[in-house]
């Protein structure tokens, strides 16, 4: 099996454009819930513990979201999160590097994470998203107003 390398190589305290989008432009966020579940993720995942997610929104007595938040344990923080921007189709997330392959550990989770939610929840299998996530590095104040 041949690795992959990718484009940009993260450096902490830098600033990265991240985002993905669906398998052949497929629609990933079909309602509210499906919103608020990726958001609950980029808080859930930012860490270097595993936290399981199951039980939030279902309507069986599982936790809160605000009572999970607080009890929650995610060990280490793996990025910083300035902004995040989510349309039906696809994702943009601005991310620094906190700890050694956060960014790529942290997009594996919300990734992974958002996919299985996804595939459950619509009864399907397979792929939700196109390919790995890809990533741009903000290297100027022009590019990071254009994104924010």
């Not at 199951?54 to 009890?71: I, R, T």
């Not at 989770?109 to 939700?128: A, E, H, P, Q, W």
Request: with cysteine.
């Amino acid at each position: 099996m041949i690795a992959m390398i990718r484009k940009v190589s993260f450096a902490p305290r830098e600033w990265y454009h991240c985002y993905n989008r669906g398998v052949d432009k497929r629609v990933i966020f079909k309602n509210a819930s499906d919103y608020h579940r990726f958001v609950m993720l980029l808080y859930a995942s930012n860490g270097t513990a595993r936290v399981t997610l199951n039980d939030v929104g279902k309507n069986s007595g599982g936790p809160s979201l605000g009572s999970l938040f607080e009890s929650m344990e995610r060990g280490e923080t793996l990025v910083d999160v300035g902004a995040y921007a989510l349309m039906p189709n696809h994702f943009h997330l601005l991310l620094r590097e906190r700890v050694p392959n956060g960014i790529t550990s942290f997009m594996r989770k919300v990734c992974t994470d958002y996919s299985m939610y996804f595939n459950i929840k619509y009864k399907r299998v397979g792929t939700l998203f196109s390919a790995r996530f890809q990533a741009r590095h903000v290297r100027d104040d022009g590019y990071m107003r254009r994104l924010v």
